[in-house]
């Protein structure tokens, strides 16, 4: 501490740190003009996968009952493309790549309140890309349709602000239709499977309700106990 070099200065809230040597120790000092409270401090690995050839490989989760959410930054990344829609300048974007499992995913890039995350699947190589579905403005999650289960796909992530610190997962769609309807195993007394939570956000209509006017749906499928089987939805019911 009593002898120490500056080798950055920056006003920025983020910025990139060139020319350290792995191993060695450093030191960072915050100041301001002001006193704030409640700031939160992240040192983290410079982005890699600027590029689409350094993609990195996203899991598919089954369900939204398992679903991963991989934390990242696009802080020090350049933008690759023109914005996929209008009105939205593309910044900086990063690449990822993910083995469908179905034909339907929902695809998850989200930031925080007053920021819109924005993103675009391909398919093809990197050398000869087909953009597939494009997401830009509002909720920064919604499904991607027509993939092919074992084909690989491209995820590029962009925002309309730079150096920002957010989570991208992408889930498997399964019971949106009937063929993918999920196993229910009907209990002796009520009780609420913590492995069958479900949402009919990001659904479909794969036919007219025989009640109401719904336009989304989910399917399960049970194989009946007793002549008499109770049927229970509640939301929030964990």
């Not at 009593?2 to 000092?29: E, H, Q, R, V």
């Not at 689409?52 to 490989?57: G, K, L, R, V």
């Not at 909720?139 to 957010?166: C, E, P």
């Not at 499977?193 to 479909?204: G, M, P, R, V």
Request: charged share 15%; with cysteine; aromatic share 10%.
């Amino acid at each position: 501490c009593a002898s120490l070099n500056c080798i950055l200065a920056s006003s920025n809230s983020s910025d990139i740190f060139t020319g350290l040597t792995p191993g060695n120790f450093y030191f960072l000092k915050v100041d301001g003009a002001s006193n704030t409270n409640g700031e939160s401090l992240c040192i983290s690995d410079y982005v890699n996968n600027d590029e689409c050839a350094d993609a990195i490989t996203l899991p598919v989760s089954s369900s939204l009952n398992d679903y991963q959410l991989l934390q990242t930054t696009n802080i020090g990344s350049t933008q690759t493309f023109a914005n996929c829609s209008n009105g939205t300048s593309a910044v900086r974007d990063i690449w990822y790549k993910f083995t469908a499992a179905g034909p339907r995913h929902i695809v998850f890039a989200g930031y925080g309140a007053g920021i819109s995350m924005y993103w675009e699947v391909f398919s093809g190589t990197c050398g000869n890309l087909t953009s597939i579905r494009c997401k830009s403005g509002g909720v920064s999650a919604d499904t991607v349709t027509g993939l092919t289960a074992g084909n690989d796909y491209y995820l590029r992530v962009f925002s309309s602000a730079a150096d920002k610190i957010f989570t991208v997962g992408i889930i498997n769609f399964s019971n949106d239709d009937c063929s993918g309807a999920i196993n229910i195993t009907p209990s002796a007394t009520p009780a609420f499977d913590k492995t069958k939570l479900y949402s009919t956000e990001f659904a479909s209509q794969s036919q007219p309700g025989c009640i109401g006017s719904a336009d989304d749906d989910v399917w399960f499928k049970f194989t009946a106990a007793t002549t008499s089987q109770g049927i229970i939805i509640v939301e929030n019911a964990i």
